[in-house]
């Protein structure tokens, strides 16, 4: 598999998600081997998003809590993501068009205990390498 290619997995049964390529990171690599992340925040979450809930996805990055998020939420519920790099807003939002969810919304700034400008240096792939 080339560097720059990524790769559609599906996981949590009835979902699809455009990944970063696995060879790349410990995230994506997790995610196309096993089809999930972090199982045990996962089910965590599980227990506590409900039906018609609002929820907000901070640094929502490809949108993997998302796009659970918005699943357990269904039609009722809301979820807002907050990504402020283009770089993974672009995977988000695609990976929302993916899923056909009407239910989640993407906000482009970032969230912080300060008010003002600053700088958010886009890390890009580079910061999905682990040796």
Not at 7 to 15: A, G, K, Q, R
Not at 84 to 99: D, E
Not at 105 to 122: H, M, Q, R, V
């Amino acid at each position: 598999m080339p560097d720059t290619e990524d790769v559609v997995i599906n996981f949590d049964d009835d979902l699809k998600l455009n990944i970063y390529n696995p060879c790349l990171g410990v995230v994506c690599r997790e995610l196309y081997l096993k089809g999930t992340f972090e199982n045990n925040v996962k089910v965590y979450l599980k227990q506590i998003v409900i039906n018609g809930m609002v929820v907000l996805d901070v640094g929502a990055d490809m949108g993997y809590y998302t796009i659970l998020f918005a699943k357990w939420v269904g039609s009722n519920g809301k979820v807002i993501a907050f990504e402020p790099s283009n770089y993974a807003r672009s995977k988000f939002i695609g990976n929302i068009t993916l899923n056909c969810f009407n239910n989640a919304y993407k906000s482009d700034f970032a969230l912080s205990n300060e008010n003002g400008p600053t700088c958010l240096i886009n890390p890009g792939v580079d910061s999905r390498i682990f040796a």
